[in-house]
């Protein structure tokens, strides 16, 4: 099914402070959408707010994946609808081997009754594991646990190949990454790519987009999102950084602030 994810006027709270403020997105299967901007600014709480996380209190608006309010549903009926999450600082879980890890959130994500056997996904998760570059023994260890930053966000890109989801959404997916592993990641997201398939790529920085040419781009600032273009505003954030964008409109202090 062709995949439609719209965000339609998302605000949503911390501790009562409003974080985000009225946040409006389009993503249509085949299409990479960036956000980049400043810290500080709501990037990571959009993130954490569509995929359900506890502490983020959604206060309005709606996130439709093809016509169904994520926002309605518990955080494992999002993950079966297909909304997946790479996130900017992943979870050590001690106990619980990556591999049981995985097999576990593919079972969950295939729905009751269409388990995968055992042998079929040693051989998916070890094809997948070759294909990011990755030490075999990653299966065996616990998960996140003692993982470089780097090792953590292949193991993020493993988890995304394996659960072939509709909606991805990376968030910071290159920091702590060097130039080797940046590559690798890239190119298992640009194999990803599918018209099936709509990414929210949340980034600082230029440099993935380097590797990752994305449709759209659009810059977050005090909550929303403030201004929004093709591959060439990235550019020009990359020579110019955010000054000339707070200047055009007016904006003093990006963050979310403390009101
Ligand atoms: P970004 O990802 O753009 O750097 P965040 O979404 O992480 O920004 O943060 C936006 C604002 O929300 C910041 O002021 C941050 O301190 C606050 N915030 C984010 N997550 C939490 C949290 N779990 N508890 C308290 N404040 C938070
Ligand atoms: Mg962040």
């Not at 810290?39 to 709606?62: Q, R």
């Not at 994500?109 to 051989?123: A, H, M, Q, T, V």
């Amino acid at each position: 099914m062709a995949t439609h994810f719209v965000i339609d006027g998302l605000k949503a709270a911390i501790d009562g402070k409003e974080i985000l403020k009225g946040i409006n997105l389009e993503i249509k299967g085949g299409e990479i959408h960036a956000i980049m901007g400043p810290n500080g600014t709501g990037k990571s709480t959009l993130a954490s707010a569509l995929m359900g996380h506890p502490k983020y209190e959604v206060t309005e608006g709606k996130a439709l994946l093809n016509g169904e309010d994520l926002l309605e549903m518990s955080v494992d009926e999002r993950a079966l609808a297909g909304l997946f999450l790479a996130m900017q600082y992943p979870s050590e879980i001690p106990g619980v081997t990556n591999s049981d890890f995985l097999r576990s959130a593919l079972n969950a994500r295939l729905g009751e009754g269409n388990e995968i056997s055992l042998i079929k996904f040693i051989r998916k998760m070890e094809g997948k594991m070759k294909e990011l570059e990755m030490n075999p023994e990653f299966a065996h260890r616990y998960l996140n646990e003692g993982f470089s930053g780097g090792e953590k966000k292949r193991n993020e890109i493993l988890q995304m190949m394996l659960l072939d989801p509709s909606i991805v959404i990376l968030d910071e997916i290159d920091s702590g990454l060097d130039i080797d592993a940046l590559r690798i990641v890239s190119q298992g997201v640009n194999a990803m790519r599918s018209e099936d398939r709509g990414f929210l790529i949340i980034t600082h920085y230029q440099r993935l987009l380097n590797y990752i040419t994305p449709d759209f781009v659009h810059v977050m600032m005090q909550g929303r999102i403030v201004k929004s273009g093709g591959p060439e505003l990235a550019e020009r954030l990359e020579n110019e950084g955010y000054d000339w964008v707070k200047e055009e409109l007016g904006i003093v202090d990006e963050t979310v602030g403390q009101a």
